[in-house]
């Protein structure tokens, strides 16, 4: 993906593409029980998904993405005994959930009226 890039550029695909290689090779190593090296993987993922929400804006699919990855370093941390990284981490995934929540118009069934 790595000479993809190089290539093509930081177009909008191939960053999306980028960051899911990045978070599969985070949770191999997080199977093998490498935390730090599956940690640097979700960390350089949720970079790229910044990146791609700065370009896309708050389309569903990079607020998802984003949040995902916000997860996964989350966990990370949290696999590693950081929990307060951790709780940063699923925070701020919320956020960008309840952003999303926003964006499509969802509400809750039991609020709905």
Same mark, same amino acid.
């Given at each position: 993906?790595? #000479?993809?890039?190089?290539?093509? @550029?930081?177009?909008?695909? *191939? /960053?999306?593409? /980028?960051?899911?290689?990045?978070?599969? #090779? @985070?949770?191999? $190593?997080?199977?093998? +029980?490498?935390?730090?090296?599956?940690?640097?993987? %979700?960390?350089? &993922?949720? $970079? #790229?998904? =910044?990146?791609? =929400?700065?370009?896309? @804006?708050?389309?569903? +699919? $990079?607020?998802?993405?984003? &949040? #995902?990855?916000?997860?996964? *370093? @989350?966990?990370?941390? =949290?696999?590693?005994?950081?929990?307060?990284?951790?709780?940063?981490? %699923?925070?701020?995934?919320?956020?960008?959930?309840?952003? /999303?929540?926003?964006? /499509?118009?969802?509400?809750?069934?039991?609020?709905?009226?």
């Amino acid at each position: 993906m790595r #000479v993809l890039r190089e290539r093509l @550029g930081d177009t909008p695909k *191939v /960053l999306r593409d /980028l960051s899911v290689s990045l978070e599969r #090779v @985070g949770d191999a $190593a997080r199977a093998l +029980g490498r935390l730090e090296d599956a940690e640097r993987a %979700y960390a350089e &993922s949720l $970079a #790229v998904r =910044r990146v791609l =929400r700065e370009r896309l @804006g708050d389309t569903p +699919g $990079a607020l998802r993405d984003l &949040s #995902v990855s916000l997860e996964r *370093v @989350g966990d990370a941390a =949290r696999a590693l005994g950081r929990l307060e990284d951790a709780e940063r981490a %699923y925070a701020d995934s919320l956020a960008v959930m309840r952003v /999303l929540r926003e964006r /499509l118009g969802i509400r809750p069934k039991c609020c709905a009226t």
